[in-house]
């Protein structure tokens, strides 16, 4: 069949199909909560590859979910920085999709890199401290942009952090975030807002945020990078929530893995209660 007969015909979009007569699907990218993010040219801008998130037709019928997703635009198009994903345009295409166009980074995110497992079943960090501290270096310097233009992220976490093959590093996934002092409709106080394994104690207990939540889930994500695992893990996310609201970052500081004592000094700074 034609890329131009092709019709998006469920949640699966394949190879060929165009989107809104603009975007020509070339290859799937990953699942989110509520679509599907596609590889794509724009045939309008000389064959630019972008990326494409669609949302579902029934989600786009849902008032708070359809405002995450504009919110995502309207917030991420106000940033202009070498570490934040680029967003282009939003609209809506056949079939009730609506869709938002974004910068493509062509490589994978954080938490594809973040550890390996050993022969023998052991957990290790796949990155030295050097090469885990360059990444961090470039996720603060976008976050501490965001925080300048007056933007709380509120759901930082390896998987919204991609890596370019040249080693570039880009926050995404805007959805959640917030301009201080606006917004205010999209979520209430009381509300739960995040991703449990790298969320502060005020966003647990559903407060006021403001960008000392971002810090938080950045002392988390630091922890990560240097050991291979999250500093709090259990078997359920109100028992991860409980350590989160209690619990005192473990100690992590070593010779032999190269992780000198005040990089710990800062990580527990980072995620004060």
Same mark, same amino acid.
């Given at each position: 069949?034609?890329?131009?007969?092709?019709? @998006?015909?469920?949640?699966?979009?394949? %190879?060929?199909?165009?989107?809104?007569?603009?975007?020509?699907?070339?290859?799937?990218?990953?699942? +989110?909560?509520?679509?599907?993010?596609?590889?794509?040219?724009?045939?309008?801008?000389?064959?630019?590859?972008?990326? =494409?998130?669609?949302?579902?037709?029934?989600?786009?019928?849902?008032?708070?979910?359809?405002?995450?997703?504009?919110?995502?635009?309207?917030?991420?198009?106000?940033?202009?920085?070498? $570490?934040?994903?680029?967003?282009?345009?939003?609209?809506?295409?056949?079939?009730?999709?609506?869709?938002?166009?974004?910068?493509?980074?062509?490589?994978?995110?954080?938490?594809?890199?973040?550890?390996?497992?050993?022969?023998?079943?052991?957990?290790? %960090?796949? =990155?030295?401290?050097?090469?885990?501290?360059?990444?961090?270096?470039? @996720?603060?310097? +976008?976050?501490?942009?965001?925080?300048?233009?007056?933007? @709380?992220?509120?759901?930082?976490?390896?998987?919204?952090?991609? @890596?370019?093959?040249? +080693?570039?590093?880009?926050?995404?996934? #805007?959805?959640?975030?917030?301009?201080?002092?606006?917004?205010?409709?999209?979520?209430?106080?009381?509300?739960?807002?995040?991703?449990?394994?790298?969320?502060?104690?005020?966003?647990?207990?559903?407060?006021?945020?403001?960008?000392?939540?971002?810090?938080?889930?950045?002392?988390?994500?630091?922890?990560? =990078?240097?050991?291979?695992?999250?500093?709090?893990?259990?078997?359920?996310?109100?028992?991860?929530? #409980?350590?989160?609201? $209690?619990?005192?970052?473990?100690? #992590?500081?070593? $010779?032999?893995? $190269?992780?000198?004592?005040? #990089?710990?000094?800062?990580?527990?700074?980072?995620?004060?209660?």
């Amino acid at each position: 069949m034609d890329a131009d007969t092709k019709t @998006i015909t469920g949640l699966l979009v394949e %190879p060929g199909v165009v989107i809104a007569k603009r975007y020509e699907v070339c290859d799937r990218l990953g699942a +989110g909560g509520v679509g599907m993010v596609y590889k794509a040219i724009d045939c309008e801008l000389d064959g630019e590859v972008v990326a =494409l998130k669609l949302l579902l037709p029934h989600l786009a019928q849902d008032e708070t979910v359809f405002r995450r997703f504009r919110n995502e635009v309207l917030v991420a198009r106000a940033l202009s920085h070498p $570490n934040i994903v680029r967003t282009h345009d939003m609209g809506r295409a056949e079939g009730g999709y609506s869709y938002i166009s974004m910068e493509y980074v062509d490589g994978v995110s954080l938490k594809d890199k973040l550890s390996t497992r050993t022969p023998e079943g052991e957990i290790r %960090p796949s =990155l030295s401290f050097d090469e885990a501290l360059a990444i961090m270096y470039q @996720i603060i310097s +976008g976050v501490s942009y965001a925080h300048g233009k007056g933007v @709380i992220h509120r759901d930082l976490k390896p998987a919204n952090v991609l @890596i370019s093959k040249a +080693g570039e590093v880009k926050l995404a996934d #805007f959805g959640t975030a917030r301009i201080m002092g606006m917004d205010t409709s999209l979520t209430q106080t009381g509300q739960v807002i995040g991703t449990p394994d790298y969320m502060s104690p005020e966003q647990i207990r559903g407060e006021q945020l403001d960008p000392s939540c971002d810090i938080y889930a950045l002392g988390i994500m630091s922890y990560e =990078l240097m050991v291979g695992l999250r500093p709090f893990m259990a078997d359920s996310s109100v028992a991860v929530a #409980f350590k989160h609201l $209690n619990d005192p970052i473990p100690p #992590f500081a070593s $010779n032999e893995r $190269n992780i000198p004592a005040w #990089f710990e000094e800062v990580v527990r700074k980072a995620c004060a209660k």
